[in-house]
């Protein structure tokens, strides 16, 4: 009888590993690439556009240098953890900027952001007899789309977490149909709610105010993360509960001090996710004013863009890396929990 090699049939199993795992690396690397150069070129147009045009052998010089740190912090990012990796964030941040001082330096300057001290740079683009009075300062557009994304956020998270306690722990009548038209509301595109929508914010008389998007967004987009919290709660063992209140809490004390905080990583999701729905709003908070009555981000960088005299693309660059700041440092601070959740719990 033959003797089986294991030490081969071993090295054989981790060659093939090795052999697959670079496969799915290259293949992840070559998909995500068409995905991340026009943040590159967004970036780099906001720091090195002048005359309302982009320089293409700049971008592609630039790009030269931040795809292979890019991909370097990648590879980093997997293989180390912990603090290792904010380091390597910050080391791939230096490298970054070194070169591009090295390489780009005549061409670097921070005129495209005069936007952020100057408040009437869109008249100054424009022309005062078109544009007079009718912008604002983008920071006003900023806090109001500040104040639209948290408090919606606020109100979802609020609601969606005690719903889904209730639709998770309790049993009443229509309970499964509720469950079921929280999803069928999801198959209807909400552009087609428009006019219903505005008819009945002009009657109630909220129209033109901050309030309408606010409450119409938290509307639509509760039903669907009802649905999620409901399956955090489901995946809480109704023995710990049980426990607590075998030990003499009340109802609501289990729910607070036991319950809570084991769907934790769900109402940050869920949080992370409705503010920034909120923040990339367009449709509504367009299509529920009838003036300027209020601006946020995504409207003042539509109008920013907007020019019959050509388009100046340093400044709509600047005012979009502006615009998608908070949601990218948002994602940075609540990866990990994001990165942990399912579709009805926890992993791991």
């Known amino acids: 009888m033959t003797a089986v090699d294991w030490e081969g049939l071993a090295r054989s199993g981790q060659r093939d590993r090795r052999l697959r795992q670079g496969a799915l690396i290259v293949f992840l690397t070559a998909v995500s690439i068409p995905i991340i150069l026009p943040y590159f070129w967004m970036v780099m147009i906001a720091f090195t556009a002048r005359t309302g045009g982009a320089d293409s052998a700049t971008l592609w010089t630039a790009c030269a240098i931040l795809v292979p740190v890019t991909l370097g912090y990648a590879a980093a990012y997997q293989a180390l953890s912990g ?18 001082w090295v390489f780009l330096r005549d061409d ?12 009437n740079v869109v008249e100054d683009l424009r022309g005062a007899a078109t544009a007079g009075g009718q912008f604002p300062w983008v920071w006003d557009a900023l806090i109001n789309s500040l104040i639209l994304a948290s408090s919606q956020t606020v109100i979802v998270v609020t609601v969606s977490t005690l719903a889904g306690y209730y639709l998770s722990r309790f049993a009443f009548a229509g309970r499964a149909a509720f469950l079921q038209s929280l999803l069928v509301l999801q198959a209807f595109p909400a552009i087609t709610l428009v006019i219903p929508i ?97 601006w946020v981000m995504s409207t003042y960088l539509y109008y920013v863009r907007e020019d019959v005299m050509g388009v100046d693309y340093g400044l ?33």
């Open 83 to 100: 603090k290792a990796r904010a380091g390597a964030g910050l080391a791939a941040i230096a490298v970054a900027v070194v070169l591009l």
């Open 108 to 119: 670097l300057h921070l005129y495209n952001f005069r936007f952020l001290i100057t408040p």
């Open 198 to 294: 505005f008819l009945m914010v002009y009657w109630i008389g909220l129209l033109n105010t901050l309030v309408a998007p606010i409450l119409v967004l938290t509307a639509l987009e509760l039903p669907f993360f009802i649905f999620i919290m409901k399956g955090f709660f489901d995946a809480v063992p109704w023995d710990i509960e049980m426990s607590a209140l075998t030990d003499g809490a009340s109802r609501r004390q289990a729910f607070r001090m036991v319950v809570l905080p084991q769907v934790r990583v769900g109402m940050i999701a869920v949080g992370v996710f409705s503010f920034i729905k909120g923040w990339e709003e367009y449709v509504f908070v367009t299509g529920l004013r009838t003036g300027n009555s209020y």
């Open 316 to 348: 709509v660059a600047a005012v979009s890396l502006i615009y998608v700041l908070p949601s990218l440092i948002l994602y940075l601070f609540a990866q990990k929990y994001l990165t942990q959740m399912t579709l009805g719990g926890v992993k791991g």
